[in-house]
């Protein structure tokens, strides 16, 4: 009686190995993927609801001041009741990405969008506009995300 060993060749070694190393490579990208995902929609969820309930409190910050003056010209309500409907949309926006990050995100781009062209209007708040695009890019991330997720 012989024995009978079990001989792969170099070449099927070789297959093994890289078979391994793809599924490794693609598993630890779809976990990468998936805390992107989970990051930003926590972050545009959470952002906006607390920015929003602030509008009616001013706890962070006198909203009323980043206001350019042309919106209460085309609204014609004063700044305060302008925040409110702010922190309205705002929390509303926060709870559009928990539940359709989609369709959230989307409305996050359009709302920093608006933001950000009010803040160019009003002198002195550059910086900060140049921080809200950077904002809108990475809600614009997140939808991207959303649809490779198709959540």
């Known amino acids: 009686m012989f024995l009978k060993l079990d001989i792969i060749t170099l ?21 990468l ?16 609801i607390v920015f929003g309930l602030d509008k009616f409190t001013n706890l962070l910050t006198d909203w009323t001041h980043y206001l350019a003056p042309l919106a209460t010209d085309i609204i014609p309500v004063s700044p305060q009741v302008f925040m409110y ?10 709870i559009l990405v928990a539940l359709r990050p989609k369709i959230g995100s989307l409305v996050v781009c359009l709302w920093l969008l608006g933001i950000i062209v009010n803040l160019i209007i009003l ?23 959303a649809l490779a997720r198709d959540v």
């Open 33 to 48: 993927h998936h805390q992107a995902f989970f990051v930003l929609r926590t972050i545009f969820t959470v952002a906006p």
């Open 11 to 31: 070449e099927e070694r070789v297959e093994i190995m890289a078979t391994h190393t793809v599924n490794t490579a693609a598993e630890r990208s779809v976990q």
């Open 123 to 145: 002198p002195g708040f550059f910086d900060v506009a140049l921080r809200d695009f950077g904002l809108l890019v990475a809600a614009f991330a997140l939808n991207r995300l």
């Open 85 to 94: 409907a702010v922190g309205v949309v705002e929390i509303i926006a926060g």
